[in-house]
């Protein structure tokens, strides 16, 4: 019987296994790790089955099953996993896993084809691949998250480091712009504003960096040297985390006898398992993350700013705030990749709040122009 409500749910229900399946499709393109590779195959598989489930559901209830292709969230996803690596893109994926875990719970169709306990797996191994889980044991948890925890967040950075530099900068242009002074000393205000800016978050993402690699060589220092001189009490530590991570004791000592037995892996399984700690990464070179961080700020910094390169005047400041809507705009969309929001609804918000600051500081600007004056 045709039931539009139910129809509507469960074409929902399919596009969101359809764009899945798409994605996991690329990340297993994408992934070096055959291992690895081959989960993103099964996970692939799994959604695809689902869609199956929904496009039986659909023909029960009188509609018809056209053919659906993956939304642009999933292609952009898949494009990102595709030109810059899986790592990229993984806590987007888990994060709408997570996020998306329970949708199945109150729907009496998935619940009896047992969907929603495979949605829960899906979550818990996205969030362990993710290097944002303690949920997988031993050697297989650490190898996950030496290869993706130093990825962590990249996506997510590259946005707002763009958009630090564009809102920021925005208003300061705005701000001067409000004084009611000429193109050429808002055009040298911008050009200083994203230096000065670049500069002062590079310096700052290279002491972060440099202190937690700091932080993190005096942590496995001390466990090396507790290693050395209480093996007994580093051993029982182990066995502890192994039994809290779910094995019985006797498999949970003897794991941790044989890692500990071996000194050139011991303090490297102690740091992984006790500290979490990546002793091949330490957080990553300090170096590349304030080049990054250089680079992201300048690009989001430079919206605002080269429209003073080529026009003047009322006209400049137009086509300033006009580029500097638009960019905001598109960062607002791709803040959607991983809060899960509507595109369209992060973008109005994203361009409201940008917009909102650049307005306080034009207001600001010209009362003090005029005090000034």
């Not at 000393?185 to 050009?191: D, F, M, Q, V």
């Not at 290693?227 to 502890?240: A, K, S, T």
Request: glycine share 12%; proline share 4%; aromatic share 6%.
């Amino acid at each position: 019987m045709d039931d539009p409500k139910a129809l509507r749910r469960y074409r929902a229900n399919l596009q969101g296994e359809v764009d899945g399946a798409a994605v996991y499709a690329a990340l297993a393109k994408a992934e070096a790790d055959p291992k690895l590779a081959e989960v993103y195959r099964r996970l692939a598989a799994v959604e695809r089955a689902h869609g199956e489930f929904w496009r039986k559901q659909i023909r029960a209830a009188g509609g018809n099953v056209e053919k659906l292709k993956p939304s642009m969230r999933a292609k952009l996803l898949a494009w990102l996993a595709g030109r810059f690596g899986p790592a990229f893109v993984l806590p987007a994926v888990a994060a709408g896993e997570a996020r998306d875990s329970g949708a199945y719970d109150s729907q009496p169709e998935a619940v009896s084809a047992g969907l929603p306990a495979d949605e829960r797996s899906h979550a818990r191994l996205m969030e362990a691949v993710a290097g944002t889980s303690g949920g997988l044991a031993g050697p297989t948890l650490a190898k996950l998250e030496g290869r993706h925890r130093g990825g962590g967040n990249t996506l997510r950075a590259a946005v707002l480091g763009a958009n630090d530099g564009l809102v920021s900068n925005t208003s300061l242009v705005m701000g001067v712009a409000g004084a009611a002074v000429n193109e050429h000393l808002l055009l040298l205000t911008g050009l200083a504003g994203l230096v000065a800016g670049a500069c002062s978050m590079a310096m700052g993402e290279w002491l972060s960096v440099t202190s937690s690699r700091e932080l993190y060589q005096s942590q496995i220092a001390t466990e090396a040297e507790e290693l050395r001189l209480v093996p007994d009490e580093e051993r029982e530590e182990l066995v502890l985390i192994y039994q809290a991570k779910g094995l019985p004791e006797p498999q949970a000592r003897a794991l941790a006898e044989r890692l500990l037995s071996d000194e050139t892996t011991a303090l490297d399984t102690l740091a992984r398992e006790e500290l979490g700690i990546d002793p091949d990464e330490l957080g990553g070179s300090a170096w590349a993350a304030a080049g990054w961080s250089f680079l992201l700020f300048s690009l989001g910094a430079i919206v605002p700013v080269a429209p003073f390169l080529f026009l003047a005047g009322k006209t400049a400041i137009i086509a300033s705030l006009t580029a500097s809507g638009v960019a905001l705009a598109l960062i607002g969309a791709g803040t959607s990749l991983f809060t899960g929001r509507s595109a369209l609804f992060s973008a109005l918000r994203q361009l409201g709040i940008g917009l909102a600051a650049a307005g306080v500081t034009y207001g600001a600007g010209a009362l003090v122009g005029g005090a000034v004056g």
